[in-house]
């Protein structure tokens, strides 16, 4: 008996010790380590929440929340060569080595510029170094700078008929970079290409190779003149086709859009726009409270010192909201959807790398709407290390013990200190450790100077970059997006002028909205003291100013976006058109729009498979407010009895036929 007890003993042992080696086997094999290892069944953190059923979508309701813009759904991308389109020949005048700088909207933007730059100028472009992604950095050792974020050979094989694309420098070349033996230029912001040729071109001819350092987010004209126009569509087979993301990271995008999309539901991107950059350059501090208006304040005050921006520390920032020159809030954008219709359990995908304010700045969206994810929501921490690669783990900065205060020295210097009597010694300061200030910003009130970044914060700088591709990609495929703001912290497009740039060229009928802040911060003024009680007039005005900027929102971009970033409006330069202009059947567009889209390029006939434009359909032009159910107590109907049909902000038949009605005239009687 005794043996066989110790049998089972020994078995026991046996069994212990194995499965502590396969624990500490898959600790091992892990990016993050074993204490980070987690044995959890969950695949991801959201578990949505629904209570509406679904709305048909053949319903007026759903086209007027989800379906396309029918005026823009002839618009096809179509960035082909037109005409004649030499491919790039063997022996060019040089090699072209880029150093990128920046935001992910700036560097994609950049890379857009010098694949242009290298054809103009006839040059063997290196594949660009993105400055946040090299091995200085602190990330993984697996990726060269480029590869990081992008996929190197899907780049090189995408403008084999546009640039010659090498990976590195040939050896002498590299060798004399590394001694700073090459010409370098520190490329000016929307430099023309008169710059180029007659500046850039000479010294490359005679060294045959030079440095482009690339700082502001673009190095080229965004609009060209006429002859150049092949250049432009060159853009935008870089920035729509040959920029790819690195397969890790385009996997994890589309698995969350996977997961986004398995409750059969459509869902909305939002982009709020909120970096302490932006609003410290558009002065929008006070949109904020206690530190974080102290940290937009330093950074004003750095730019100011460095020409960034012009003006005076101290802005009027509720002027600049008035105005629309600072960013919509969360809660405001969550009002805006909701007066349009969206009910409370409609699905919000929020993007951006960073969010100031953190997630207390999102609190008020949170409480309108139930379904409010991110990345981090719809993914496991898993899946986010496995994109940064195999990272080597930094050095504590914590320090390992106090530091032993001397005490005899103490007193010796206290019993030499003067004639008594003396009052006692003041007690020791208080250690300042880097963990008590470090998230809290403690240097705020030490020091006017920001502290260097960290290696741990230049790490982390890189990983927003992959954080925003994960975005960029659900934002494109969104059925809906609508953005915070369309500037970054040196004025020019951001994020999220890139995003529908995209979706008009990939999905020009994809409903974007571009909400005017200034008028919207106007309706919101007007019913401030009764915000979640809006009136009928107030919901209707809201209503018919979103819906007016599915369209009016591409004038402005055309207007002012396009001379900054061609990317954010690259119509109708890399567009057709499935409709015969000169048909008398052909509808006739609104001239506004006609003026943003330009002289939009007849597709070619091997497109035109199956596109037939869709008939219009006159309906009855019944009063707006006739029966409409959602004009009081809009915000607060998120219990068990809302439908799509009855509160929720929802609308009535004959609303609905209105609004389709006006959306399909578009602005004919604006």
């Not at 979640?532 to 971009?557: C, F, K, P, V």
């Amino acid at each position: 008996m005794k043996s066989k007890l110790k049998w089972v003993g020994l078995v026991g042992l046996v069994l212990s010790a194995l499965s502590l080696f396969v624990h500490f086997l898959l600790a091992r094999f892990t990016e993050d380590g074993f204490s980070d290892y987690q044995a959890s069944i969950t695949i991801f953190s959201w578990r949505p929440i629904f209570e509406n059923v679904d709305i048909p979508t053949t319903s007026p309701l759903y086209r007027r929340l989800w379906g396309p813009i029918r005026q823009l759904e002839s618009l096809h991308p179509h960035a082909n060569p037109r005409g004649d389109y030499a491919e790039p020949s063997l022996q060019t005048n040089g090699f072209i080595f880029v150093r990128i700088q920046g935001g992910f909207h700036e560097i994609r933007n950049s890379i857009c510029d010098v694949v242009v730059v290298s054809r103009l100028l006839n040059a063997t472009l290196v594949v660009p170094e993105i400055q946040s992604t090299t091995s200085s950095k602190g990330i993984s050792s697996e990726f060269k700078s480029f590869s990081y974020l992008y996929n190197e050979e899907q780049f090189m094989t995408a403008l084999a008929k546009d640039v010659r694309v090498v990976k590195t420098l040939p050896k002498d070349l590299k060798g004399a970079r590394r001694k700073k033996k090459i010409p370098l230029f520190r490329v000016p912001y929307q430099a023309s290409p008169y710059f180029f040729l007659h500046h850039v071109l000479p010294v490359l001819n005679k060294h045959s190779v030079v440095e482009l350092v690339v700082s502001d987010g673009g190095c080229l004209q965004a609009i060209l003149a006429p002859q150049f126009e092949e250049l432009q569509r060159l853009r935008c087979r870089v920035s729509f086709h040959a920029l790819r993301f690195r397969q890790e990271v385009q996997e994890l995008a589309t698995n969350i859009l996977h997961r986004l999309r398995s409750p059969g539901r459509p869902f909305i991107a939002y982009d709020p726009g909120l970096t302490r950059d932006a609003l410290a350059y558009h002065g929008c501090a006070e949109l904020f409270q206690d530190v974080h208006s102290e940290l937009i304040q330093h950074k004003r005050a750095w730019m100011l010192k460095r020409g960034i921006v012009k003006g005076s520390l101290y802005v009027d920032s509720a002027k600049k909201r008035l105005n629309g020159l600072c960013p919509l809030m969360p809660e405001e954008i969550g009002i805006l959807l909701r007066a349009y219709g969206y009910s409370w359990d409609t699905i919000i995908y929020v993007s951006g790398g960073e969010v100031f304010g953190g997630q207390r700045t999102l609190i008020p969206l949170h409480s309108m709407f139930e379904n409010v994810v991110d990345r981090t929501s719809l993914s496991t921490s898993w899946e986010l290390n496995r994109i940064y690669g195999r990272e080597s783990n930094l050095a504590s900065s914590y320090p390992k013990k106090l530091t032993p205060v001397n005490v005899e020295l103490k007193r010796e210097a206290w019993k030499l200190a003067g004639p008594r009597p003396r009052p006692l010694p003041p007690p020791p300061a208080r250690p300042k450790y880097p963990y008590n200030i470090e998230g809290w910003w403690g240097w705020v009130a030490e020091s006017d100077n920001e502290p260097d970044s960290t290696v741990m914060e230049l790490r982390m700088n890189a990983h927003k970059l992959l954080w925003e591709a994960i975005d960029y990609v659900v934002c494109v495929e969104a059925d809906v997006f609508i953005p915070g703001f369309d500037r970054d912290g040196k004025g020019h497009p951001n994020f999220a002028t890139l995003v529908m740039g995209h979706r008009l060229y990939q999905s020009a009928a994809s409903r974007t909205y571009r909400p005017n802040r200034k008028q919207v911060v106007n309706f919101l003024e007007e019913i401030r003291d009764h915000l979640y009680q809006a009136n009928r007039t107030w919901l209707t005005s809201i209503r018919r100013h979103l819906r007016n900027s599915l369209l009016d929102g591409l004038t402005e971009a055309s207007a002012k976006s396009k001379s900054l970033s061609f990317l954010s409006h690259p119509v109708p330069e890399c567009s057709c058109s499935s409709l015969d202009p000169k048909a008398k059947s052909t509808p006739r567009l609104p001239h506004s729009l006609q003026a943003a889209l330009g002289s939009v390029h007849r597709c070619p006939a091997w497109m035109e498979t199956g596109t037939t434009s869709l008939p219009i359909e006159k309906e009855n032009d019944e009063d707006l407010d006739e029966g409409d159910t959602s004009s009081s107590g809009l915000f607060l109907q998120n219990g068990g009895s809302s439908t799509h049909e009855n509160g929720g902000g929802e609308v009535s038949k004959e609303e609905a036929q209105l609004e389709d009605q006006e959306e399909l005239e578009g602005g004919e009687r604006r």
